[in-house]
């Protein structure tokens, strides 16, 4: 069974920056894709970023240029660097394997923009 732990959350001012990471059991990780989604309270959750194994990456159109998303294969490992966050950005964030049978979650790590 494949775990997820997100860590790098916390509250910043609107302007500056966050780096996330998602770290996932065993080596699963580098044979699937892997994603960052966000959750804010009363909103559909949304994803941020994809990232296949073997490089591909998306984004949402919201984060374009702001957001890098990036993956450690040797150590199971998804990053998310967030720069220039909004109060918009403000959400939990969650970390994401997608395999052809199921979708693992992580517990998420919130992420607060507020001045």
């Known amino acids: 069974q494949v775990q997820l732990v997100e860590s790098g959350g916390g509250m910043v001012q609107p302007g500056g920056s966050l780096r996330l990471s998602c770290t996932a059991s065993?080596?699963?990780?580098?044979?699937?894709?892997m994603a960052w989604y966000r959750q804010a309270p009363g909103e559909q959750r949304e994803w941020v970023a994809i990232s296949s194994s073997t490089g591909r990456i998306t984004y949402t159109d919201s984060v374009k240029g702001r957001f890098t998303i990036s993956r450690d294969n040797a150590k199971n490992t998804v990053y998310l660097q967030m720069n220039s966050l909004k109060p918009e950005d403000t959400a939990v964030y969650l970390c994401?394997?997608?395999?052809?049978?199921?979708?693992?979650w992580g517990q998420g790590t919130q992420v607060t923009v507020s001045s």
């Open positions: 994401n394997l997608r395999t052809v049978s199921k979708s693992y």
């Open positions: 065993g080596s699963i990780a580098s044979i699937y894709p």
